[in-house]
């Protein structure tokens, strides 16, 4: 079993783990700005460009404030505790129709037990190598938004509770298990409404996350732990890829590329693992690691060497960060 002071100083660690509240507010606002920038673009030059930037732009964006609750489930988004948790939730996990709250514990679960039988996400990784038909299929799916929309419609059923209980029962339980991102899309129509651009919303909202969010969650969640060489090693149980500016503003935002050092050192905000990835390469680690020089190296790597059909059937609908 290895341990941190296998890899790093304590001088490092602490370094390395030191959280910001200025860091983490900058990096929200950072996700916003660039959704208000998409929709302000379409909405003043709309034309099928600016339609296609627009959704994979915000898609992308969508993406990053769910990594960004990701940091917050870890308590590394903010130094301020209450801070971290309430931003997390409004401004990063309610926008998706995600929660803070429920994630934490399943999500710990997954770093406590990577690539082990009792790893929640082992289904997403277990779908691969695929074949090329397959993974396909996978892409037209999510671009189609047939992925969010079986996604959501199992969210709503659990949220719903029992089918043949009253409809107002069923309300009262949809409203307690989902009244955060209720609320926070409620309020993010009423505010685009206010200023005239209520269709915004569906078109420039609900449409990124339908469609190019799923697709990039896919391929962040195959980059991360498919096809990996080795589940027992940490070096070697998650893969960091590395990212071009083009696929960190479209694909892989706030470094969420350096997965093998997050699972190493769970303990350093997003924004300093890069840092971390430095001094593993320059301590000798380089050779041990699994690294993929790029995105479209991970999915040849996922659909190499499958037969039709693959296991992808296998394949969990839910959405994990």
């Known amino acids: 079993m290895s341990r941190i002071g296998d890899f790093l100083t304590l001088e490092q660690m602490r370094r390395l783990g030191a959280r910001s509240n200025l860091m983490g507010a900058l990096l929200v606002l950072h996700a916003w700005a660039l ?34 609750m990701h940091d917050a489930a870890h308590g590394l988004l903010f130094a301020d505790r209450r801070l971290n948790d309430w931003v997390g939730s409004w401004l990063c996990a309610f926008p998706v129709f995600t929660s803070l709250t429920l994630y934490r514990p399943y999500h710990l679960q997954h770093h406590r037990f990577t690539q082990q039988p009792q790893d929640p996400d ?10 090329r038909t397959s993974l ?22 659990r949220a719903l509770g029992p089918a043949d209980a009253p409809i107002a029962t069923q309300l009262g ?13 409620a309020v993010l129509l009423v505010g685009l409404s206010a200023i005239g651009y209520w269709w915004l919303y569906p078109v420039m909202w609900l449409l990124p996350l339908a469609t190019w969010y799923q697709l990039v969650s896919r391929i962040r969640n195959i980059a991360e732990h498919a096809v990996v060489p080795d589940n027992d090693d940490p070096l070697r149980n998650t893969r960091t890829t590395h990212a071009n500016p083009l696929m960190r503003l479209l694909v892989a935002p706030y470094w969420v590329n350096y997965h093998l050092e997050h699972h190493l050192f769970m303990f350093v905000p997003c924004w300093r ?3 971390a990835h430095r001094a593993l390469i320059e301590a000798g680690r380089g050779p041990s690691m699994e690294l993929k020089p790029g995105y479209l190296a991970v999915l040849k790597a996922a659909t190499t060497g499958a037969s039709p059909g693959g296991r992808g059937s296998g394949e969990r609908m839910a959405q994990h960060i």
Do not use: H, Y
């Open 35 to 68: 959704i208000g920038c998409g929709m302000a673009l379409f909405a003043w030059w709309p034309n099928p460009f600016t339609f296609l930037l627009g959704v994979m732009v915000i898609g992308g964006r969508q993406l990053g404030i769910a990594i960004l």
């Open 122 to 131: 082992l289904g997403l990784s277990a779908a691969f190598p695929t074949s």
């Open 136 to 157: 396909r299929r996978k892409i037209v799916r999510d671009l189609t938004g047939q992925t969010a929309f079986l996604r959501r419609g199992e969210q709503l059923r």
């Open 173 to 185: 339980n949809l409203w307690r298990r989902e009244k955060g991102p209720l609320v926070a899309n």
């Open 273 to 275: 693992l890069p840092q």
